[in-house]
């Protein structure tokens, strides 16, 4: 069997190693085959790709030519082929089970995408000056999906080992694309969850200061995540400029009007345009642009007037120019909060494990697509929760500055470790 | 010696060749490898690459990336890796001097370079239908050049015939770069014009019909091309996106105002902000942007005029977003009337060689860095002209669809042969 | 003594009359007259217009024209000309006090401006239909300001009954010009309540359904109005735009930039332009703009940070057309929470009335400049709350069909009256 | 017979009569009644208001309230009470024939009305320094037809003189709201030149120095004047901003997108957002939005481009933001060009007055109503020219600092007296 080179076994060293090279939504090949061979290695049954992944559910899936290179980007590091050919079209998800008699099924979910950021190279940043910074140019770790992989599988060696105590089935669920909400759902369509009793997933940072864990995070925002491609003309920028229809000044006059919807006084919203790409040339009217996009709402009718408000703005900045539009479904993710029962079981374990301040609930701000795995292990008469496990930032969660405290890794392994061994 | 792989003799022939692989400016390496090589057989004594260009005159330069990926695909297409070799660094000029006793100087200017427009892929389309459409995605010669060497190419053969009667040197200059106005300065630096007697360009279409000619185009604009890059910083969209600052929003704002900018009752403006590229994700606040842009004016004064607007604009802009921002210039060209002389020769030929119309004066509604060579010969006391030949259009120039009536292409062969033969 | 014509006693007929006739910020002039000449014949000590309002805390006070109009409007529909004669400079103010011995003062306030809004002419909406409506083009009660002013006269009522069981000094403040956040201020500096041991104010409606109380609003957020001028140069927009420095497109970006400013994910923000006054005639390039504006947010912090962008676009977008600009302050107001004493008296006096649903706190969206007199009152040792009494809408506030339940009048009466006799 | 208070018999004394009482368009009642009178006195036949407008061809004509006001204010300046009630509805034309036997029927036009511009009030500016600055605030004579009127009745005295040699019929038309493209049609409609052999019109300034006079203007531009009105839907701006639909946005995306409109390689094009008015009060979302525009272009299929353009925008900014649009026309003009027989007869007419420097054409840059009289006396048979008269000036047309050359006065009634005389 082919080895991921030099793969630590500290949660620290894990974090690190994985921060260095980071990978984005359904691209992440090495992270996958450095999960699964360390799960394989610990005993876990192991489930991947298409196994456990609805292709059909998998929204934006990357083009094969990102995936090839993905693909091989893993093996130069190291990656076993082996696991590479086990998810072929960007389904990086793998699922490892552990059983132990009878008892309920409990599933903890860990995500391990990075994203399209640039780190920041400045002495001041400490993965810079440590020497584990991104080497993979414009994409970063850059909010926390490093640790909570790497306290996913410190949380499966400590849980494997003959001392830990717990009954019945684990699963661990090492989920991609949880960035612009993607990933969940394909787990969630294949049934992943659906005999699952209790279900616990978490997050680091989210301005919980280190030492402290929430029970809760809650303001899971309704979002959607969308690309509007506009389509005009191209023409000659001086000898001919009438001809052209113009898509940049369209998906200018877009942007703007995004940024620009209102408030809404029942309940919080956001909205963004991350991106533009418009135009091919200086001097010939830009015929194209695509900018990707997102907005959330407080809850789902907040989310319906935006939908709405956002159609209008996309219809009248194209009728502006007289360009087509076109609006292509990337994410989606849903708002829920955690039930009693798994924050009662949270409070118990941070107890347990001896958090000295348990808060018990705390704003997430943005949203987390486990919101999908809760909402059906609910349905299917679970429970269901989200923790924060507190950690002091360097600069905000996708910031190219963003670090977070590594002592909260271990904190976060054991109260992982003690919800199992509670259930 | 290498042979360019297929290369035809007639000029209808040629010019499809060319079309078939466009090479933007300064990465035209196969484009002046055919030409070299042909102009080399023909007799003529070459200077190329850094013989006739200065690198410090040269505005926006490619990456060292994109010159390798341009000097492989040469070589891939049959060019002779002599030549390639001969043009290091984007200087993909080629300047061939041919002499016959004593007489005048005469230089005439053939552009070669390509744009980064998407050839349009149906049978409306000739060059599609006919099986000479561009190769190269996203790339294409969608404003004649590839006619322009083509011709430059016939002219060359036959005033390199024993039948074709001139006296004194003929100097044939296949210059790069035209489009964004970089390629004429760095040859005119180098001092190629500096004893030209008698200088011409022209160009096809321009919306002059086939079988007329223009002694002289008007309305030669001065313009500068810019880029213009934003830098905020980034933040998570939804949980803190009040510490982010917002360069997209900037680039939008700066594009809608630059092309608000307004009329001046004093002659005709012209400005294009043709491309933007911001952010990174998209739920990350936009932390980068580049605007690629241009403007255009009938009169220096009117250009300085805009060039103050466009500052203030992008300023503006930026401030608006509290982000940093850079102005880089990329290339420029200046308005100059054809003198009386250089008409006077021009309808001489045409009417030698029998075009039926021909016409004083004609917009050309552009520009052309060709003003830069005959600016420079003017002053030295020579005469330069250029001057338009008809050629039906399919479409403007620079849209998808462009292309021309061939039947102009030995009509400007032609027209060119007689300017010389007439000196 | 002149007599408010036809002015009627019960509290529903009151906010008719008021209703009719709607008088904007700092120009209640027939509102103050009527609310004092009721006080006066019941008894109360007045003191009004200079005697309570510092005039130099006054921001964007009316001109002396708009002044002068009102007044004139006022004595055509019968108010006093010796009560116009004490409110000389849009200091339309009345607090009138009595006292019953020793005990606590206690203040209630009471606001009765209206707002700029055009009311609806349709049977759907109720004061039309039943004839009540505005008389006045373009101004409304459309905040229900005229049914707060209508309870403050009837709980005057009832305090100066005998059978009005209380004690210590009662003092009614009636308050102009709350919309927009400028008339308690003035009110404040003057020193109307640095004697006030107990203060209340309330408010109709803000989506609590009748026949509820809430004991306190929460989320007042901090607030500044601001009017934005823009002054460039004009010139004729066919022969010479290039010689304008247009003030319409300063204020149009800056409108479409300020409506794009990020929300924050520490806590609400909220921005409006609410009116843009551009240009002067159509063939002119603009040459001055006034915007009227106002932000809002939940923390002094969060508007700091507000008020940093909004100088940053209201800058940017100046530079973008050179052009000057200048900011205008209009109004502020402050965020604060009701405290608990004053909330326990709340729910006691609503209990004692008899008022079926009693919640606790309940978002009241806006802002309120009571926020000023709560807080100089807390600074001086005393107690100050914030009441809602529920009303159900038919439309939001400010809209021009807006309209309350008038079933609530008596309900407020009730419990401001008990509020006194149980102080 | 009422007399006009104190108005004056010289050409410069009269122009500076009317530069102090400025009057816009459809309200020149003053201007008008002083014509009225004074040709009257020459012994004139006249005919005024409905007698020579078409109501039904007056777009935008003035309310009823302002032109009551109008009228009172001419009243109280000395207005004949019998010219006022002569002119009920805005129709402020005076048309003035003297017949002297058989001959052509010779038309001269004079445009009598101001814009709503503020004078500059400064000593740098003469109008102010000399004392007949405009006493009406926002209106002032920024374009010279106080001349042009002045010149009119100079003209009128000196061809009603028995020295004056000249045959046939003489035509003075006062044409009113010739700014706007709102006067001449109703005229013309009305027949006032269906019977004209020679038709001349004129300009003074336009860039044109003093001394200079030009036999034709040219470049008169095809233009559309509307008004635009968005409807949306107010709400409280913090409370439920989510409930309002912002007309002021969309008039903010509709002025920045109207002057972004591409120019065009054809020809000529102007836009301009002259004015904008949204919205009632600060702190509502604005329902409400009216915008004065205009745009110009060299040809006929340029304005059509440009209408289709116009639409686009208006249309898609209205959808922008969910509010409804109509667009209410409000002038048109038309482009022609002067004949080759009446620039004939100016340049005659010219060196007959000894006019040191006549030039053939002159660009006027912007457009003048005059076209439609000159298209209708073309398609019956008659000559129509349109000369200017050389005037420097202290700053561009329409800007609040604009003057003229006085000393072009006396040129331009010597030069219209000629052609009279000579026709």
Known sequence: ??????????????????????????????????????LAELGYDLRIGPEVMRADAMLAPPTAAAIAQAQQAALDMGAGPEWIARMPEGQTAVVADMRRGA?????????IDALPVAEAESDAHRPFREGFASIRPGRMHACGHD?????GLAVAAALASPESRWRGTLRLIFQPAEEGGRGALPLVEAGVV??????????????????????????FLWAVKQDVIFRGAPAHAAMAPQLGRNALLAAAAAALGLHAMPRDGDGVTHVNVGTVRAGTARNVIADHAVIEMEYRGETEEILASLAKRVDDIVQGAARMQDVAVETIPCGRSIGIAPDREAMRRVAEAAGRIGVGSVVEEWPIGGGDDATYFMRRVRERGGHAGYCLIGADLSAGHHAGTFDFDEAALPVAVRLFTALVEGA
């Not at 997050?203 to 864990?213: A, I, M, R, T």
């Open 1 to 38: 069997m082919a080895t991921v080179r030099g793969f630590p076994h500290d949660v620290i060293g894990m974090r690190r190693a994985l921060h260095r090279f980071p990978e984005c939504g359904f691209l992440e090949y090495r992270t996958a085959a450095c999960v699964a061979e360390r």
């Open 103 to 111: 008892g309920p099924v409990t599933a903890l979910r860990f995500d």
């Open 147 to 151: 640790g909570h992989t790497a306290i």
């Open 194 to 219: 659906d005999d699952v009793d209790l279900f616990f997933a978490g997050h680091l940072g989210c301005l919980l200061p280190s030492g402290q864990v929430a029970t809760a995070a809650n303001g």
